[in-house]
């Protein structure tokens, strides 16, 4: 593998299958792109001669639509900026705090990322979609799956305030575990 030396810029993407590393390299004398999705390479154009302009490709398991855009800041500076799903970076991940659960735990020594997809209640672990049972209970509705032999549930339970909406916690072992932070 050549030694990256034009790489102009790397972006961490929380997705529900996993946190995927984006690298960038732009050869600004050569016009070279290249985009490295997990350290695979996803594109590569040499002797391109417009140095602006935008490389769409997908991640992950899901296929998530990403793009990036190279725009001209000044003389020969670049600014390049990561859209995932039409959106900016941040506007995703602002989004996805809303729209997912994250849940970080460690089991028999093996670290495991658990994700609820709330809009459609898909659970994912590592990078994985479970197989899930879900059931209606007195106070809301469980899901349940497994994980490496411990049973798992996420409870979702109303909050009683509309603001806050409906909580969802995950039970392992019967032990809550505390909501991870991306």
């Not at 050569?30 to 999705?37: A, I």
Request: overall charge negative.
């Amino acid at each position: 593998l050549e030694k990256m030396t034009d790489l102009v810029a790397v972006w961490e993407v929380a997705l529900s299958d996993g946190v995927h590393k984006i690298e960038f390299e732009h050869g600004t004398t050569s016009g070279k792109r290249v985009v490295y999705v997990d350290g695979k390479e996803e594109i590569r154009r040499e002797w391109m001669f417009k140095l602006v302009g935008k490389e769409t490709f997908t991640v992950g398991a899901t296929k998530t639509k990403a793009a990036i855009n190279i725009d001209a800041v000044s003389g020969f500076a670049y600014e390049y900026t990561l859209e995932i799903n039409g959106k900016s970076l941040k506007q995703y991940l602002e989004n996805r705090l809303k729209t997912t659960n994250t849940w970080i735990l460690s089991l028999g020594g093996t670290d495991y990322r658990i994700v609820l997809e709330k809009d459609t209640m898909d659970v994912w672990c590592n990078g994985q979609k479970m197989e899930t049972a879900g059931e209606f209970v007195e106070d809301g509705t469980e899901t349940h799956f497994t994980v490496a032999d411990h049973s798992c549930c996420i409870k979702a339970v109303s909050s009683g305030k509309r603001k806050e909406g409906i909580i969802h916690t995950l039970i392992v072992d019967n032990r809550e575990i505390p909501e991870a932070v991306e």
